[in-house]
């Protein structure tokens, strides 16, 4: 994909940032139209919207977005730090590798923290087993940029009951409820919780010149082909590269980054397209390359001034994992619902987000409403039928046609805790295709 300006490798620019998702794609947007000259490192390729697909085989099963499946990423996983290491069929780490990074392919839901995320050890006290700890900042500190991402990017939404404070509106009103949301309305009412509108990162209408929700229903893992997903391709890379002083270098892997006498960085070297040894001179480099491949390229660029690898001293890095995680209820209702068609969620019930000890437990999140596996097709033949259901001939036929559009599902969105035994280090035996390996350990995870 041709850009507007390409950065002389040998001469340093100011800024090398490794990943362009929803921390990437932002800085890349903020520093080039600022006047600093910066190249984006990319380990995908660069897709618009026109090249996004509905093929669920290659979205969901081939893992087009994702890049390839475990002999392309080199994930390994195992429950404990007893067990050895094994490939799996689904990477335990899913992100994209396409410019825009997880913000192409993540379902778009856009919740923000509360005030109390903030400083749960200090309400709660230390839970036993745990690394808990206050954050540094507020949330009363972050709201402001809270509200500038929902109005630079394009949220959808309207408060509800359970909502952090807000300094503005959102920009944009709800999408439309769908047939999920009228049942959790009711269902709420009658248990005397709230189900409020979901917010997302999905524009309900027009906004700074992109087309709004056209309504397929293809937002969870797969990328928007109108640009209605406020993704950093749609809403950040844009505005990077219009300023001149933005290159995005997609198809290339950092795999390392190097150091000065001074032991701060100063290079990060990648493979190309081609999968030849490249390097970038920099400044200055920003790593945000999700959590898994972040931790990985820290853990890789170790050197005598660096021996446990860059920004180690702690010993934090790849510590503390913690996922975006589900609990779901599927039911059958006898009228067809048709919830495949929309954004995944239209409401969401936020009573219990708080931690109360009277649970017993630590914790709390959001229930919402979903058709989920019955999303798209392949999905609900997959992992959405009654497991009573024969998974061929007529039966299964007729089952998939009566249920698919009469099936939805009820989440939970559990929270995580930081444990030192969920982690990531460097796997010596298993590597992905660029020769860097890593083993994750503890929960498997997802994407939101």
Same mark, same amino acid.
């Given at each position: 994909?041709?850009?507007?300006?390409?950065?002389?490798?040998?001469?340093?620019?100011?800024?090398?940032?490794?990943?362009?998702?929803?921390?990437?794609?932002?800085?890349?947007?903020?520093?080039?139209?600022?006047?600093?000259?910066?190249?984006?490192?990319?380990?995908?390729?660069?897709?618009?919207?026109?090249?996004?697909?509905?093929?669920?085989?290659?979205?969901?099963?081939?893992?087009?977005?994702?890049?390839?499946?475990?002999?392309?990423?080199?994930?390994?996983?195992?429950?404990?730090?007893?067990?050895?290491?094994?490939?799996?069929?689904?990477?335990?780490?899913?992100?994209?590798?396409?410019?825009?990074?997880?913000?192409?392919?993540?379902?778009?839901?856009?919740?923000?923290?509360?005030?109390?995320?903030?400083?749960?050890?200090?309400?709660?006290?230390?839970?036993?087993?745990?690394?808990?700890?206050?954050?540094?900042?507020?949330?009363?500190?972050?709201?402001?940029?809270?509200?500038?991402?929902?109005?630079?990017?394009?949220?959808?939404?309207?408060?509800?009951?359970?909502?952090?404070?807000?300094?503005?509106?959102?920009?944009?009103?709800?999408?439309?409820?769908?047939?999920?949301?009228?049942?959790?309305?009711?269902?709420? &009412? +009658?248990?005397?919780?709230? /189900? %409020?509108?979901?917010?997302?990162? #999905?524009? =309900?209408?027009?906004?700074?010149?992109? !087309?709004?929700?056209?309504?397929?229903?293809?937002?969870?893992?797969?990328?928007?082909?109108?640009?209605?997903?406020?993704?950093?391709?749609?809403?950040?890379?844009?505005?990077?590269?219009?300023?001149?002083?933005?290159?995005?270098?997609?198809?290339?892997?950092?795999?390392?980054?190097?150091?000065?006498?001074?032991?701060?960085?100063?290079?990060?070297?990648?493979?190309? &397209? +081609?999968?030849?040894?490249? /390097? %970038?001179?920099?400044?200055?480099? #920003?790593? =945000?390359?999700?959590?898994?491949?972040? !931790?990985?390229?820290?853990?890789?660029?170790?050197?005598?001034?660096?021996?446990?690898?860059?920004?180690?001293?702690?010993?934090?890095?790849?510590?503390?994992?913690?996922?975006?995680?589900?609990?779901?209820?599927?039911?059958?209702?006898?009228?067809?619902?048709?919830?495949?068609?929309?954004?995944?969620?239209?409401?969401?019930?936020?009573?219990?987000?708080?931690?109360?000890? +009277?649970?017993?437990?630590?914790?709390?999140?959001?229930?919402?409403?979903?058709?989920?596996?019955?999303?798209?097709?392949?999905?609900?033949?997959?992992?959405?039928?009654?497991?009573?259901?024969?998974?061929?001939?007529?039966?299964?036929?007729?089952?998939?046609?009566?249920?698919?559009?009469?099936?939805?599902?009820?989440?939970?969105?559990?929270?995580?805790?930081?444990?030192?035994?969920?982690?990531?280090?460097?796997?010596?035996?298993?590597?992905?295709?660029?020769?860097?390996?890593?083993?994750?350990?503890?929960?498997?995870?997802?994407?939101?």
């Amino acid at each position: 994909m041709p850009n507007s300006v390409r950065f002389d490798s040998r001469e340093a620019v100011d800024f090398a940032i490794v990943g362009s998702g929803s921390a990437g794609g932002i800085l890349a947007k903020e520093l080039s139209t600022a006047g600093f000259d910066v190249v984006v490192f990319e380990q995908g390729p660069y897709r618009k919207a026109h090249d996004f697909t509905h093929d669920e085989l290659s979205v969901l099963f081939r893992d087009e977005l994702l890049g390839g499946g475990p002999e392309v990423n080199g994930q390994t996983f195992r429950s404990n730090e007893n067990e050895t290491a094994v490939s799996i069929w689904q990477a335990p780490a899913r992100y994209a590798q396409t410019v825009g990074g997880s913000s192409v392919h993540f379902t778009a839901n856009f919740w923000r923290l509360r005030p109390t995320d903030f400083k749960e050890h200090s309400l709660l006290g230390p839970i036993s087993g745990t690394n808990f700890a206050d954050w540094p900042i507020s949330y009363e500190e972050l709201e402001p940029y809270y509200t500038r991402v929902d109005w630079e990017i394009g949220v959808s939404g309207a408060p509800g009951p359970f909502d952090a404070p807000r300094s503005r509106p959102f920009p944009m009103p709800p999408l439309p409820i769908k047939s999920s949301g009228v049942l959790l309305e009711k269902g709420a &009412a +009658a248990l005397g919780l709230h /189900a %409020q509108p979901e917010p997302h990162a #999905i524009l =309900s209408q027009a906004f700074n010149g992109r !087309a709004p929700c056209m309504k397929c229903g293809y937002c969870m893992y797969y990328g928007c082909e109108v640009g209605a997903k406020s993704s950093t391709l749609a809403a950040m890379i844009p505005l990077a590269e219009a300023s001149g002083h933005c290159e995005i270098r997609a198809e290339s892997a950092v795999f390392r980054i190097e150091t000065d006498n001074n032991g701060r960085a100063s290079e990060v070297l990648y493979y190309d &397209a +081609a999968g030849e040894e490249q /390097a %970038q001179k920099a400044k200055a480099v #920003i790593v =945000s390359a999700n959590g898994a491949e972040t !931790a990985r390229l820290l853990l890789m660029s170790a050197s005598e001034q660096h021996p446990d690898g860059l920004g180690n001293s702690s010993g934090f890095v790849g510590r503390n994992l913690m996922y975006n995680a589900h609990a779901a209820v599927d039911a059958v209702f006898e009228q067809p619902l048709n919830d495949y068609k929309g954004a995944q969620v239209s409401r969401i019930i936020h009573d219990f987000y708080e931690t109360d000890e +009277a649970r017993g437990f630590y914790g709390g999140g959001g229930i919402d409403a979903r058709p989920l596996w019955s999303a798209t097709p392949i999905f609900h033949a997959m992992l959405g039928m009654p497991p009573d259901v024969p998974r061929w001939g007529a039966e299964f036929k007729d089952a998939m046609a009566h249920n698919f559009t009469r099936q939805m599902s009820i989440i939970g969105s559990t929270t995580s805790l930081a444990l030192d035994s969920n982690n990531i280090t460097l796997d010596p035996r298993n590597t992905d295709k660029w020769g860097g390996g890593e083993v994750l350990t503890g929960p498997r995870g997802g994407v939101g």
